[in-house]
DNA sequence: GTGCAACATATTTTCGAAATTATAGCGTTT
DNA sequence: AAACGCTATAATTTCGAAAATATGTTGCAC
């Protein structure tokens, strides 16, 4: 074999990585069947490293696993953008405020850090500088700062799969929207409260803030979501008879 | 090939199912190595397909992926159940009360028939049910029924792989534990408070049941967890310099 | 024309061999 | 002895062909 992963990664995680990079950034569109013969050409692998990245991504709810018949992007809907919302405030509400409760000073220096750091890159680019993907990586790092110190690997990673899930709606609508300087002041406004170490504010901007892209998400590209659209996926065999479980 | 698998699942998926029953029940013990060579044995598939299976068995934190050396069965700790513990408290209590405000009649029927489930159980059993694989079904069934009127695909599903996650500790317990009439006592009387749909009172009361239900599982089986054991993992290469991410 | 069976094609899923990487054993040197 | 390099062995990881399944098409009866 010539070429092998660089880092101590396995090929088949590295896949994972990009796949979950092409879904969240709309590369690979909602909805869209995944074919096994087209994937292998783009990602360079056999059926099986594939297949295992894919179910990976299954579990992580950001492809969906139809019995037999493959797999497909996992569908948008402004049902499942609200649903995450309401659960993405109620786990970050509950990892910031642990977080300021437990933070010390390293934690203090890593959020002052990564926010300088995306202040400096909006600097840098300007205008539409949301669009770029590095401003994906260092808004999701100033994110993450926040409640890095919340001391619960468990509450951690449910949230790394939620904010990663509502990456791909925010994605979505950042092509139309305008309005963005707003969220600059909401960042600057949460590093405020927590510096202070008051939670009582902190939790409120942080929901606020949430809860307001949201908004956003679906005032801007709401027009793109399959909501009221009759049914377009074929019936299965079974219909669906399903008792409670 | 002769036999295929039964329902219209697929091969990897049924493996994957038995293994998930295999690790929460502990046949395959906290902090196991997994060879490919045993369990390809042992399940009756190939290399591949087991590959699928343990890759989305890693993705809910059932095992750990070691880079390129293989996988092992998630190791237990302390630590681990206080922390799954207070994420499940956050969870459940959320989900609880949202289905008591969303609960309908269907709800209501559904949770009183899972209850009298399991006590006629307990009656056919009798002494040690705790012990059959069956409790786990009916009792897994039990409170599931408690938040299945909760309106959030999202937070039913972070519910059912910390439940599982949690059951594995139960697990290692039940063979030492005594007293269980208490849990059933506390269930009766969670029914009681759903039905009234008075929040208050049942969220106290499953908040209770899951840290109690804790707290004996770290007294009586406590003593298997390898908390303070000096690092018996090797060494690996890199010394770990890992980031805040 | 509609429904349906039988065949042909396309796609997914599984398999075990082959390549890659880690681990253990052994001799040599300091 | 401990540390290092080397080889042999054992394990994992990847691959693409082959089996199983789904999908599409044609022909025939009604």
Same mark, same amino acid.
């Given at each position: 074999m010539e070429q092998q992963n660089a880092g101590g990664e396995t090929r088949a995680g590295d896949v994972l990585q990009r796949m979950r990079q092409d879904i969240?950034?709309?590369?690979?569109?909602p909805g869209e069947k995944l074919r096994f013969e087209s994937l292998r050409e783009r990602y360079e692998v056999s059926f099986s490293t594939l297949r295992e990245a894919l179910s990976r991504l299954a579990a992580e709810n950001l492809v969906v696993a139809e019995g037999q018949r493959g797999f497909v992007v996992a569908p948008v809907s402004i049902a499942d953008l609200n649903d995450l919302?309401?659960?993405?405030? #109620?786990v970050e509400r509950e990892a910031l405020a642990k977080a300021i409760r437990k933070g010390d000073d390293l934690w203090e220096g890593n959020i002052l850090s990564a926010f300088h750091r995306m202040e400096r890159l909006q600097q840098r680019i300007g205008r539409e500088y949301y669009l770029s993907d590095e401003w994906s990586v260092v808004h999701g790092e100033f994110h993450y700062s926040l409640v890095?110190?919340?001391?619960?690997p468990v509450l951690l990673e449910m949230r790394a799969k939620l904010f990663e899930r509502a990456h791909r709606y925010r994605r979505m609508s950042s092509q139309f929207r305008t309005k963005w300087r707003e969220k600059d002041v909401e960042h600057k406004m949460i590093v405020d409260a927590v510096m202070d170490r008051n939670i009582e504010t902190a #939790?409120?901007?942080?929901?606020?803030?949430?809860?307001?892209?949201?908004?956003?998400?679906i005032e801007h590209?709401?027009?793109?979501?399959?909501?009221l659209t009759t049914e377009t996926r074929r019936p299965t065999k079974k219909p669906a008879t399903v008792a409670a479980e």
């Amino acid at each position: 074999m010539e070429q092998q992963n660089a880092g101590g990664e396995t090929r088949a995680g590295d896949v994972l990585q990009r796949m979950r990079q092409d879904i969240v950034n709309c590369v690979l569109k909602p909805g869209e069947k995944l074919r096994f013969e087209s994937l292998r050409e783009r990602y360079e692998v056999s059926f099986s490293t594939l297949r295992e990245a894919l179910s990976r991504l299954a579990a992580e709810n950001l492809v969906v696993a139809e019995g037999q018949r493959g797999f497909v992007v996992a569908p948008v809907s402004i049902a499942d953008l609200n649903d995450l919302t309401d659960v993405r405030v #109620l786990v970050e509400r509950e990892a910031l405020a642990k977080a300021i409760r437990k933070g010390d000073d390293l934690w203090e220096g890593n959020i002052l850090s990564a926010f300088h750091r995306m202040e400096r890159l909006q600097q840098r680019i300007g205008r539409e500088y949301y669009l770029s993907d590095e401003w994906s990586v260092v808004h999701g790092e100033f994110h993450y700062s926040l409640v890095a110190a919340c001391g619960s690997p468990v509450l951690l990673e449910m949230r790394a799969k939620l904010f990663e899930r509502a990456h791909r709606y925010r994605r979505m609508s950042s092509q139309f929207r305008t309005k963005w300087r707003e969220k600059d002041v909401e960042h600057k406004m949460i590093v405020d409260a927590v510096m202070d170490r008051n939670i009582e504010t902190a #939790l409120s901007l942080i929901e606020r803030h949430i809860r307001e892209t949201s908004e956003n998400v679906i005032e801007h590209a709401g027009h793109l979501f399959p909501e009221l659209t009759t049914e377009t996926r074929r019936p299965t065999k079974k219909p669906a008879t399903v008792a409670a479980e």
